[in-house]
């Protein structure tokens, strides 16, 4: 079993900046995909931001150049640094990762979601 913990999320002001964090642990051999999406009322989730393990990032347009995905091997965890926030942002964030457990099984575990609100 492999679990993902998120943190960071919060109310931020439009203009303002978050740091979402995620940490993975459990029977992890490898990691190869770390990633964000999000959901906001009534929509479908949606890809925000992903890097694979060798470092290869991927941005939806409308977060690119104002956010900034990275990850710590080490520690099994991913961040999404946001800046200049818009009230578009605010949604619910997932933290998604894709590896090997240590039993040789492929899994795919989603976090329990961060809420970002931006508003004044």
């Known amino acids: 079993q492999v679990q993902l913990v998120e943190s960071g999320g919060g109310l931020v002001q439009p203009g303002g900046s978050l740091r979402l964090s995620c940490a993975a642990s459990?029977?992890?051999?490898?990691?190869?995909?770390m990633g964000w999406y999000r959901q906001a009322p009534g929509k479908q989730r949606e890809l925000v931001a992903a890097?694979?393990?060798?470092?290869?990032?991927n941005y939806r347009d409308s977060v690119r150049g104002r956010s900034t995905i990275s990850r710590d091997n080490a520690k099994n965890a991913v961040y999404l640094q946001m800046n200049s926030l818009k009230p578009e942002d605010t949604a619910v964030y997932y933290c998604?990762?894709?590896?090997?457990?240590?039993?040789?099984?492929?899994?795919?575990?989603w976090g329990q979601g961060t809420q970002v609100f931006v508003s004044s």
């Open positions: 998604n990762t894709k590896g090997v457990t240590t039993s040789g099984t492929v899994f795919a575990s």
């Open positions: 459990g029977r992890i051999l490898s990691i190869n995909t």
């Open positions: 890097i694979t393990n060798g470092g290869s990032t």
